[in-house]
């Protein structure tokens, strides 16, 4: 993790400015993660929740971009339930799998969620994602 410097010039038609040098920079602390986006698939009483990490500027081998959770092994997701009010269970909760499910929901009820990332080892946290609402279906008998 070698700190990096930079130093900057303008340029015009005109001449150019003196240069700016840049504070210490090291990119594995100095940088801001985005937030996950969430999709949601409803069930009787429960509510699947996928988390897709953001990407990096980096690329694999084949050309695929590499995601945040390959570069920050200890990734969590903060879940927060934000729509209708939920009888009897926590408001958010906390999750290291990208897919988790949520139990013991009303039927034909509409829940909206939105998820951030944490990195306990260096302190990050994202903003939240976009909300994403679902309702869950009737029971089935």
Known sequence: MEPHFARVQALTTNGHSNWVHSKRLIPFWGTAIGPPKI?????????????????TPFR????????????????????????????????????TSTTISIQD???????CMHAQIQTPLFHKISEYSREGCATTFDDVE
């Open 60 to 95: 694999w081998k084949n050309g695929s971009w590499i995601t945040l959770n390959k570069v920050y092994i200890d990734l969590e997701y903060q879940i927060d339930i934000t729509g209708n009010p939920v009888d009897h269970r926590p408001e958010s909760c906390r999750a």
């Open 39 to 55: 999709k949601l698939t409803s069930r009787s009483r429960s509510m699947r929740v996928e988390l897709f990490a953001p990407q």
């Open 105 to 111: 929901l009303k039927p034909r009820t509409t829940y």
